[in-house]
């Protein structure tokens, strides 16, 4: 293997080489907003996890058995655990892996948190871009491009730019669809 | 504004009254509120009741096809096809010719019977495909039929040439004849789920009936006394001659006299004893194939092959090259569509630890939770079970591990998967609108990655599972094009 040829590897590293990734990195970062708007959706999360477990420990009898008394206290400790991972971590390393990218002839992203997904479409194959701005979206002035190609699974998503930068990117993607679109399937 | 050439909506045969009455088309949608009022109410038991219902629905069911029938008339011009339909809100569907993807044309028994056939127009308009991309002709004359269908699928070259207002029908084009269905094919049809379920709907459908049946027309069986086991034994023996039986039947029904020519830029199939269908795709809109077999079929050397081709509407079933056969007679016929780029490329040993490991974990889990429970609760088959799984995982995920493969040839490329269901699909370069590369958390520490091929055709996507990571851009690029070299990594 040539890992970390030519470039100069922290020492853990050597030891234990990180496996090189399938795909290059995509250029750009999204908004900075974007970690805000994760944690605000971390939060809400958390608020109606522990709603529903507060509705239980008031609505269940306490004394039907092993597994209610189970649920009674696994439940508040997963929500507990939910709450840290997705208000404390969870934005902070979205943000880090996501990135995207517009080239002369296609759009790159890389998505993801644990599980990682890099997707590419020629502009060439662009059938629709499409802008949406969602309500919490709006509170953080962001906004998602989506763009559409004949196949249902070759969809490319960038979540939250800030809303301008969104709308340019997508009229710039439509010019340019329009102008070498060949038959596009 | 109607421009000066604007063709005259047509009507479909009066026929289609009595077919539709006859088989209820409408009035289907009545019977559940029908029963629901009854129940409500409380029907008389009695044979008058029966008689007044079915006397009452097919009355509606008459009024409601000869209103749809008189709503409905049909326009072929020279650049669209329009619809025009509904009974209180009137609908005008208005399809450019050059949106037409394929034209069926099906011939239900009782249409034959009075000689009409029912026209499918596949319309597909990007993204959703579903039922509404459809239009259906019901009930027009055989040549009526066929005439639409040649007008329709005519049209080759640039849009905007001239067209032919007459309608008239091109002369005919020579036929290559290029599979037809053998009946010793039939052998293989009780190794496919599909036909195995034909017969199980039945017999479901005969117990939901006698079950509805009130209790003094249900038939007296009595009460069976043979012993246990030859009961038992009888029983299965009986189930298995059913199943062979209605899995062939089911079969042949389908598949009768299945034939696949070339006319001209087109491939026609046509099929079936009961309700014949005359499917036609462009092969323009071919972009690969995919031949798949079950695990039973593989044993027993048979295949089926399928074209994948762009905004079809109904792919599982229109792209049909050869429903049932040898494993040869597939590969051959798909290979002269798309060629094959070749021997597969295994993929590495990791890909293989990650397929035995998650092909053992239910095993393991439902081990430990046994190891757990079993004291606890006395559920001593709980480990044993998750023991046998777990060793059973074993050849399971090696099979699985087996079934993985992908190559990039100079004109195509293929991907290979899945052992309970095998499919190799092999798809032209130009076919990919998109890449997408999965890697979970065990795939980067394994240094593996799913690298999905988006298409516009077939199931819209094409894996290679746990291909090497390094190897991803590499294939992504010769298996599509220079664009694809975005992915590469920096060297």
Redesign the interface.
């Known amino acids: 293997m040539q890992a970390g040829a030519g470039r100069a590897l922290p020492g853990w590293a050597v030891m234990n080489p990180p496996p090189p990734a399938p795909a290059r990195e995509p250029a750009w970062s999204l908004s900075r907003e974007a970690i805000g708007l994760w944690t605000a959706q971390g939060v809400l999360g958390t608020v109606v996890y522990g709603l529903l477990v507060t509705a239980f420990w008031v609505f269940v009898p306490a004394d039907a058995g092993w597994p209610v008394t189970l649920v009674r206290w696994a439940g508040p400790a997963l929500v507990v655990v939910y709450g840290v991972v997705a208000i404390g971590f969870r934005p902070r390393l979205r943000y880090r892996v996501h990135r995207w990218e517009v080239t002369a002839d296609a759009v790159y992203t890389l998505t993801g948190w644990l599980a990682r997904t890099w997707t590419l479409v020629p502009v060439s194959r662009i059938q629709t871009v499409d802008v949406t701005r969602g309500v919490v979206q709006q509170v953080f002035g962001l906004a998602s491009v989506a763009v559409l190609t004949a196949s249902s699974q070759g969809t490319v998503r960038i979540p939250h730019l800030e809303a301008d930068v969104a709308r340019r990117v997508a009229e710039d993607l439509a010019r340019r669809a329009e102008l070498v679109r060949d038959e596009a399937t | 504004m109607s421009p000066p050439g604007e063709p005259v909506g047509r009507r479909t045969s009066a026929w289609v009254l009595v077919l539709h009455t006859v088989t209820f088309k409408q009035a289907r949608g009545l019977v559940p509120i029908v029963l629901v009022v009854g129940a409500g109410r409380g029907l008389g038991d009695g044979p008058a009741t029966v008689v007044a219902l079915a006397a009452g629905i097919t009355l509606l069911s008459l009024l409601w096809a000869a209103l749809s029938w008189w709503r409905f008339s049909y326009a072929d011009g020279p650049t669209s096809v329009v619809v025009t339909r509904g009974l209180l809100s009137r609908s005008v569907r208005t399809v450019p010719l050059d949106r037409i993807r394929g034209v069926e044309v099906e011939a239900p028994a009782l249409h034959r019977l009075v000689g009409l056939v029912r026209v499918r127009i596949d319309a597909a308009a990007?993204?959703t495909l579903g039922k509404e991309e459809e239009l259906v002709v019901d009930g027009v004359p055989r040549a009526e039929g066929d005439r639409l269908r040649a007008r329709l699928l005519a049209r080759r070259g640039p849009v905007g040439a001239p067209g032919d207002p007459d309608g008239a029908v091109p002369p005919p084009e020579p036929e290559e004849e290029l599979t037809r269905f053998d009946l010793r094919w039939l052998r293989y049809a009780p190794l496919v789920g599909g036909y195995l379920a034909v017969p199980l709907a039945g017999v479901g459908a005969l117990f939901r009936v006698l079950d509805e049946l009130p209790e003094r027309w249900r038939p007296d069986l009595g009460q069976p006394d043979v012993s246990g086991t030859t009961a038992l034994a009888l029983f299965l023996l009986a189930a298995a001659v059913v199943l062979v039986a209605g899995s062939v039947i089911g079969c042949a029904v389908v598949n009768w006299r299945f034939r696949l020519v070339r006319r001209g830029g087109s491939l026609v199939a046509v099929r079936g004893l009961v309700t014949r269908r005359h499917t036609e795709l462009e092969i323009d809109?071919i972009?690969g194939w995919a031949v798949s077999a079950g695990l039973g079929m593989r044993l027993a050397g048979a295949a089926r092959a399928s074209a994948l081709v762009?905004?079809l509407g109904d792919a599982a079933r229109r792209g049909q090259l050869l429903p049932l056969g040898p494993r040869q007679t597939a590969w051959t016929l798909a290979a002269r569509l798309v060629d094959d780029p070749g021997e597969l490329r295994r993929h590495p040993p990791a890909a293989r630890r990650r397929s035995v490991v998650r092909a053992c974990v239910p095993g393991l889990v439902a081990l430990l939770a046994g190891a757990v429970l079993g004291p606890l609760a006395g559920w001593w088959w709980l480990p044993a079970a998750g023991a046998v799984l777990a060793v059973l995982g074993v050849p399971l995920g090696l099979a699985r591990y087996a079934a993985l493969g992908h190559t990039a040839g100079p004109r195509s490329f293929a991907v290979r998967s899945g052992w309970l269901v095998q499919e190799h699909a092999v798809l032209q370069r130009r076919a990919v609108?998109?890449?997408?590369?999965?890697?979970?958390?065990v795939q980067?520490?394994?240094?593996l990655?799913t690298v999905?091929a988006?298409?516009?055709?077939g199931?819209?996507?094409y894996a290679a599972v746990d291909m090497a990571?390094?190897e991803?851009?590499g294939f992504?690029r010769a298996a599509s094009?220079p664009?694809?070299a975005?992915?590469?990594?920096?060297a």
């Not at chain 2, 609108?433 to 958390?441: M, T």
């Not at chain 2, 980067?444 to 240094?447: F, N, Q």
């Open positions: 990007g993204q809109r972009r762009t905004g609108v998109g890449w997408q590369l999965r890697q979970s958390v980067r520490r394994g240094g990655v999905l988006c298409v516009g055709a199931r819209g996507g990571a390094a991803a851009a992504a094009g664009w694809a975005t992915l590469e990594p920096p």
